[in-house]
């Protein structure tokens, strides 16, 4: 069974900084695709980066250059580092694993960026 654990969410101020981490277990971690999506109340969840198994990364256009994803594979571990917060990245943030037929979720973890 998958298991994904988010953490590193909370609050910050404009301009500010937050890392997010995702545990996985149950699966083969290093072979998965690994993401992050982002939701806020009334919208669809969005992309907001990817990491591949190879780590290729790819990420939104609102985020590039603000945000940098990477994974230890070592750790079953993905993060995301998130700079220059602005108050429009407020979201509940989510995990994803995805390979084959299997694509799973985390539980999510709220950023809320505010001043």
């Known amino acids: 069974q998958v298991l994904l654990v988010e953490s590193g969410g909370g609050l910050v101020q404009p301009g500010g900084s937050l890392r997010l981490s995702c545990a996985a277990s149950g699966i083969i971690f290093s072979i998965y695709t690994m993401g992050w999506y982002r939701q806020t109340p009334g919208k669809q969840r969005e992309l907001v980066a990817t990491?591949?198994?190879?780590?290729?990364?790819s990420y939104a256009d609102s985020v590039k250059g603000r945000f940098t994803i990477s994974r230890d594979n070592a750790k079953n571990t993905v993060y995301l580092q998130m700079n220059s917060l602005k108050p429009e990245d407020t979201a509940v943030y989510y995990c994803n694993a995805y390979w084959s037929t299997t694509n799973s979720w985390g539980q999510g973890t709220q950023v809320t960026v505010s001043s």
């Open positions: 990491i591949s198994s190879g780590g290729r990364t």
